[in-house]
């Protein structure tokens, strides 16, 4: 998988990301204008996050038992408004594509090292597959594939094999059958197709 892929896949991630965080915030501007309470909530959970930071980083002594009772009262508040209103709890919140890696296409691990999301993943594997044409395997498989189409003449002169053109296909297509049924095989070598396209 080239680079240039990966990085066209990424642009499209920071769009996505983008998009739902502008979304939330029209919703947030437009509920607050309606429900001006909301917004007040909202203030005050801010600020009580930003005089935690504070503290902490002054080694103030705050009781850590009445910040909770504060965050969880503000948020229940906030939680019954948007009840009444019949929203979901999560209105307020961007909407990503991808709750795991909110739509940037990496996630932490447990050693807080940044890997690949799945969903990324996908879309390059999604990516690959397209390229490989690959995506019509309903219709272009060995059981649609039709053997009557190449000749049973052997031409010698024109073909340089002393066997028709459709027992060679057949020996081909047996051949490939075989790569397939021992892909995973160690000893298993490579196929190699050759030659113009239409060639036999």
Excluded: W
Excluded at 15 to 32: D, H, V
């Amino acid at each position: 998988m080239s680079n240039e892929i990966l990085h066209s896949l990424l642009k499209e991630y920071e769009k996505k990301k983008l998009r739902a965080e502008l979304e939330a915030e029209k919703r947030k501007e437009q509920l607050y204008k309606k429900i001006p309470q909301l917004e007040q909530i909202e203030e005050q959970l801010n600020h009580v996050a930003i005089s935690t930071a504070k503290n902490i980083l002054l080694d103030s002594t705050f009781s850590l038992d009445e910040l909770n009772k504060t965050i969880e009262n503000l948020k229940s508040q906030k939680y019954s408004i948007l009840k009444d209103s019949n929203l979901p709890f999560d209105y307020l919140e961007p909407f990503y594509e991808c709750s795991v890696c909110k739509d940037t296409g990496y996630i932490s691990n447990d050693n807080n090292k940044t890997k690949m999301c799945h969903c990324l993943k996908q879309k390059l594997l999604d990516v690959s597959f397209n390229k490989s044409n690959l995506s019509n395997l309903e219709k272009e498989n060995f059981d649609k594939f039709n053997e009557n189409l190449f000749s049973d003449e052997v031409d010698l002169a024109k073909f340089h094999f002393n066997i028709s053109p459709r027992e060679n296909i057949k020996n081909i297509k047996q051949k490939c059958i075989e790569f397939i049924e021992n892909f995973d095989q160690p000893d298993t070598k490579n196929l190699l197709f050759s030659g113009n396209t239409g060639l036999r």
